[in-house]
């Protein structure tokens, strides 16, 4: 697919590594105090596996679809406490701007967050294609040679069907270094979930090997993890309500209550970017499964960073007879000191 776009924009936004949920940064006042806003899960995938993303008021235009919407978000290294310039984050592709709305997980979901001041968050942006960069590769800065051409505005125009965005140098200048960017991070042809490293959206990447004690890269596992989160996402959706505990360490990634009936489970998501069904548990996954028997489930995603993905639903009582757990480490700890 050639690299052509006939809409293309500019958005700030706050910063963040993942914009799943989590804090996130910008030198607006009510970001700067309660590191919330809506920009938060601008690169969470909802129910039905599209991306709506947030941005600040701004006109929504008369030809709403097909943009292709670069974030950019002013860099921080120290947790927010300083700013240095804007670059870009990700983007959305053959993306549509819509009136605000509230994100469609609150029509599924009746514990997903409220912000801090209780309202819902909102979205103004849906695409079916979104990339975000990781902060290793977030260093290309915008054209310096036009100053801030972005300036106090939330929604920049850099080419579109007004005649002032084709003539006007900044702005082709601007639309040359989005397309510039995207030659150099798009994943190739074929991938359509998000990524989080250009490595990990190549299928060829290599598989973790577990029996030669070889480990991916942090980046590599990260990718595979939200690759088969999405997956999960999308298959159990229809049937179920979803609720992300992935942050409250309880020993499964997401709580799956039927629509219609009282059926509960407890899901842990594995996922290799392999074809082999293999998986690590951690010593809290492995006690929800022997204290959950009848609740705990696993759902396995290979081939996760392709677009052949398939994943398969164990019981606790398959995991057991379909799978060899092999401890891998020991913890060492001081032993008591003889009594005399």
């Known amino acids: 697919m050639a690299l052509s776009y006939s809409k293309i924009c500019f958005v700030k936004t706050a910063w963040s590594e ?21 920009e938060r899960f601008n690169f969470k995938p909802g129910p039905d596996g599209k991306f709506y993303g947030y941005i600040p008021p701004h006109k929504t235009p008369d030809d709403a679809k097909g943009w292709l919407v670069i974030f950019v978000a002013a860099s921080t290294n120290d ?32 514990q997903f967050p409220a912000s801090l001041d209780e309202t819902k968050y909102l979205y103004s942006v849906v695409s079916e294609h979104a990339f975000l960069i990781p902060n290793e590769l977030r260093h290309m800065p915008l054209p310096e040679q036009h100053g801030r051409k972005l300036g106090m505005a939330s929604k920049v125009d850099v080419r579109s069907s007004d005649p002032k965005t084709r003539s006007e140098q900044w702005r082709l200048d601007y639309a040359k270094y989005a397309e510039d960017l995207l030659k150099k991070l798009r994943p190739r042809e074929g991938t359509t979930l998000i990524s989080t490293h250009k490595k990990a959206i190549d299928a060829n990447v290599k598989a973790e090997d577990p029996s030669n004690r070889g480990y991916a890269s942090s980046e590599h596992r990260r990718a595979v993890e939200k690759a088969a989160e999405a997956f999960a996402k999308k298959t159990f959706h229809a049937d179920f309500h979803i609720k992300d505990v992935t942050n409250e360490n309880l020993g ?15 899901l842990e998501i594995k996922g290799t970017s392999g074809s082999k069904p293999m998986f690590y548990l951690t010593r809290n996954e492995l006690r929800c499964l ?7 489930h696993l759902f396995l995603v290979t081939n996760a960073l392709s677009s052949d993905l398939q994943g398969e639903l164990f019981t606790a009582c398959r995991v057991e007879a379909c799978f060899d757990l092999e401890p891998l480490s020991y913890q060492a700890i001081p032993k008591r000191a003889p009594i005399p």
Do not use: M
């Open 290 to 296: 022997a204290a959950n028997r009848s609740r705990f």
């Open 79 to 110: 947790n927010g406490r300083t700013f240095g310039p804007l670059l870009p984050v990700g983007w959305f592709e053959n993306a549509e701007f819509v009136s605000q709305q509230e994100r469609p997980e609150y029509k599924i979901d009746k």
């Open 18 to 38: 993942e914009y799943q949920g989590q804090d996130v940064f910008g030198r607006h006042e009510h970001i700067k105090k309660y590191r919330d806003g809506h």
């Open 252 to 266: 499964y990634d997401f709580h799956l209550k039927r629509r219609k009936g009282n059926c509960e489970i407890f």
